[in-house]
C-alpha cells in the first residue's frame, strides 16, 4: 500500500501555497528556456521569508502592521524613453490591485507615488479598481473609497530630501513596489534587456530613495518583480545574477549587470509582477474573509484598458494594448477568476465532505 507523506500544514499556508504556485507560471518565455527564471528566483526568494508562502506572509504582514485611518505607499516606475514614454501596463494595475487591499481590506489610505512618466496610467487603473483620486486632506476627510496620487519627479539630493519629507509627513506603515527600476550596485537603472534606462539623455527619478528612508525606520518594505532589475530584487541578487541573462553583466558601460542592489524585507518574483501583487490582495482578502477585495474579472479588464488608454505600454509586444507582459485580458481575466475560485473555494469549506467529518 501506498504511505502518503501529507505535509503537515495550516489551511492559510495550503491556500498560499497554492496562490504561490499560480502566480508563478511562466507564461511569457516564448519558448526560451533561458528565459524561464521565476522557479530559481521564487524559490530563493521563498527562503528569505521563513519557507512560508510568500503571498501569506506578505499579506500576514500587512494586516499586522497596518491599521484603520493609517496610510500605505504604493509604487510603480517603468516609464522611460524610447520604449515606454507613458510607463508599462505591468505595474499600474498592481498598484491598483494593492490598493484595494489597503482602502477595502485594511481601511487604510493608499498613497500611490510614481515618477511623471507612469502618472496618468497609474491613476487611470487605480480609478477602474474602484477608488476616486482625492487630495490628501479631502481624501482624510471622505468616508469614499479614495486613494491619493503623489508624482515623483526628483532626481539626486532633491529625491532623498522629499523621500524624507514624505515619510514625516504621511508615515506609512508600509511600501511596496510592483515593477519599479531599482538602481545596481553602481546605482545604474537597466531595463530588463541589459540597456541603460538613462541612455536616452534623461534621468530616471531617484525613486529608490523611499526604499531607503522606509528601510531606515524600519517600515515594511515589499517589492512584486518578475526580472530581476526591479525595487526588492537586491534580497535575491545573487540567484538573479546567476539565472537572469543580462542580470549579471549588462549592455552598458557601467559593466555592472542590471540586478538591482536594493533590498525589500519581501521580495515577491512572480511571473509577471501585477500578479504578485494581485496575489498579496488575494491574501489579504483571504485572511480577512472577504475575497471579494480582490478585483473581479470586469474589474481587472477595466485596469488594464485604463492604463493602455493613458499611453503605458506592454512591455513585451511594446504597444498600448490591454496586455500585460505579452499576456492579452482574456488571459488575465481567466488568471483572476483562477485566483478568486482558490480564495472562495478555501473559505468556503468541501460541502458533503465537511459534514461527514462531523458526524464522524
Ligand atoms: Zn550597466
Not at 501529507?6 to 511569457?28: C, F, H, Q, S, Y
Not at 553602481?186 to 541603460?196: A, D, I, R, W, Y
Not at 528612508?213 to 546567476?242: F, Y
Request: glycine share 10%.
Amino acid at each position: 500500500m501506498i504511505e502518503w507523506n501529507i505535509p503537515k500544514i495550516t489551511g492559510e499556508e495550503a491556500t498560499g501555497w497554492n496562490v504561490d504556485r499560480l502566480v508563478t507560471v511562466e507564461i511569457k518565455t516564448g519558448g526560451r528556456p533561458g528565459r524561464c527564471i521565476i522557479f530559481p528566483l521564487y524559490e530563493a526568494a521563498v527562503k528569505t521569508v521563513g519557507d512560508r508562502p510568500i503571498s501569506l506572509v506578505a499579506a500576514e504582514r500587512l494586516i499586522e502592521q497596518v491599521k484603520p485611518g493609517d496610510t500605505v505607499v504604493l509604487m510603480t516606475g517603468m516609464g522611460a524613453m524610447p520604449f515606454m514614454p507613458r510607463g508599462e501596463t505591468d505595474g499600474p494595475s498592481g498598484v491598483a490591485s494593492l490598493a484595494r487591499a489597503v482602502s477595502f481590506g485594511l481601511k487604510a489610505l493608499p498613497l500611490v507615488v510614481t515618477p511623471p512618466r507612469d502618472f496618468e496610467a497609474v491613476c487611470g487603473a487605480v480609478r477602474a479598481a474602484g477608488l476616486g483620486i482625492l487630495e490628501y486632506e479631502e481624501a482624510k476627510a471622505t468616508t469614499t473609497r479614495c486613494a491619493v496620487a503623489i508624482p515623483f519627479p526628483y532626481i539626486g539630493e532633491e529625491a532623498a530630501k522629499f523621500a524624507k519629507s514624505m515619510m514625516d509627513k504621511y508615515v506609512p506603515k508600509a511600501v511596496a513596489s510592483v515593477e519599479m527600476f531599482g538602481p545596481n550596485k553602481k546605482g545604474v537603472k537597466h531595463f530588463g534587456t541589459g540597456l541603460p534606462v538613462e541612455g536616452y539623455g534623461e534621468k530616471f527619478p531617484g525613486v529608490e530613495h523611499v526604499f531607503h528612508e522606509a528601510e531606515s525606520r524600519g517600515i515594511l518594505t515589499i517589492g512584486c518583480l518578475d526580472v530581476g532589475n526591479e525595487m526588492g530584487a537586491g534580497t535575491i541578487e545573487e540567484i538573479v545574477r546567476k539565472v537572469v541573462p543580462y542580470a549579471d553583466v549588462c549592455r552598458c558601460p557601467c559593466e555592472s549587470g542590471f540586478a538591482c542592489a536594493v533590498k525589500a524585507d519581501i521580495a515577491f518574483p512572480a511571473s509577471v509582477s501585477n500578479w504578485a501583487a494581485y496575489a498579496i490582495t488575494a491574501m489579504v482578502g483571504y485572511l480577512l474573509k472577504q475575497p471579494e477585495i480582490l478585483q473581479d474579472v470586469d474589474t481587472e479588464r477595466r485596469m488594464l484598458e485604463a492604463a493602455a488608454m493613458a499611453g503605458s505600454a506592454d512591455g513585451c509586444l511594446g504597444a498600448s494594448v490591454v496586455a500585460a507582459d505579452g499576456i492579452y485580458w482574456e488571459t488575465q481575466q481567466c488568471f483572476i477568476r483562477i485566483l478568486r475560485n482558490i480564495v472562495e473555494s478555501a473559505l468556503s469549506g468541501f460541502g458533503i465532505a465537511g459534514q461527514l467529518e462531523k458526524k464522524d
